[in-house]
């Protein structure tokens, strides 16, 4: 069973900071999603990765295979983005499409 | 954009009782989730669901939960007799295949 663990668990931040979370896991994977949840409880889905880079506006996400291990930047925060941020991986497994969920990080930006 | 949308929002129901979670997942997609949330801790997996059965279920999707696509629109969960602990936030999700999972808004079950 693949255990998924997010540091820090709260992060507060000033407007503008530059933010990083990050993610490991224990076994193999076939994807990493990175998912937002509103303070209303939706969920949002940021990006969905297994390997390199991706760009979304000032999202950032990036993993490494090999140490099993996935980082979510954001530049420039803005208190918009206060928000839950969850990593949530796919386990590799023919037909296998559940999500492991981590515990989240709470992210709180002042202006 | 199109959505995932869940009803009701809020559930409210007595132990003992059944209870069922409706979802329409985006019209194109093939592959249905059902997520939930308890207060204050991290979203489970519960079950998957594609072309017309469960494709996977967790250790928590017992016999008192069931699943159904009743029609070309909905996706149903079940939960026969509900208990305390079954309060939660539940979340179904969709995706075509091999891509992310489109989330609904969530409804918020709670089980006096």
């Known amino acids: 069973k693949n255990e998924v663990e997010q540091s820090p668990q709260n992060l507060t931040a000033q407007e503008g900071e530059f933010i990083t979370i990050n993610c490991s896991y224990s076994?193999?994977?076939?994807?990493l999603h990175w998912l937002q949840q509103h303070p209303g409880g939706g969920i949002v889905s940021l990006f969905m990765?297994?390997?390199g880079k991706k760009k979304h506006g000032r999202l950032i996400a990036t993993i490494n295979i090999q140490e099993k291990h996935s980082s979510l930047h954001i530049t420039a925060s803005h208190p918009r983005d206060s928000a839950v941020y969850i990593c949530?991986?796919?386990?590799?497994?023919?037909?296998?499409?559940?999500?492991?969920f981590g515990k989240g990080t709470k992210l709180s930006v002042i202006p | 954009e199109p959505e995932v949308t869940q009803t009701p929002s809020h559930q409210v129901t007595q132990m003992g009782q059944e209870v069922i979670l409706r979802c329409v997942p985006i019209?194109?997609?093939?592959?249905f989730y059902w997520y939930r949330q308890i207060l204050g801790q991290k979203v489970e997996f519960l079950v998957s669901?594609?072309?017309?059965?469960?494709?996977?279920k967790s250790e928590i999707f017992d016999d008192q939960f069931s699943v159904e696509r009743p029609d070309g629109s909905n996706f149903t969960l079940k939960i026969r007799s509900t208990k305390l602990e079954d309060s939660a936030m539940y979340f179904c999700?969709?995706?075509?295949?091999?891509?992310?999972?489109?989330f609904g808004d969530g409804t918020r079950l709670s089980i006096l």
């Open positions: 999700a969709s995706s075509p295949s091999n891509q992310p999972q489109h």
């Open positions: 076994v193999g994977i076939s994807a």
């Open positions: 990765l297994s390997s």
């Open positions: 949530a991986v796919r386990s590799r497994g023919a037909g296998s499409y559940q999500l492991t």
């Open positions: 019209s194109n997609h093939l592959y």
């Open positions: 669901f594609y072309n017309n059965e469960i494709s996977e």
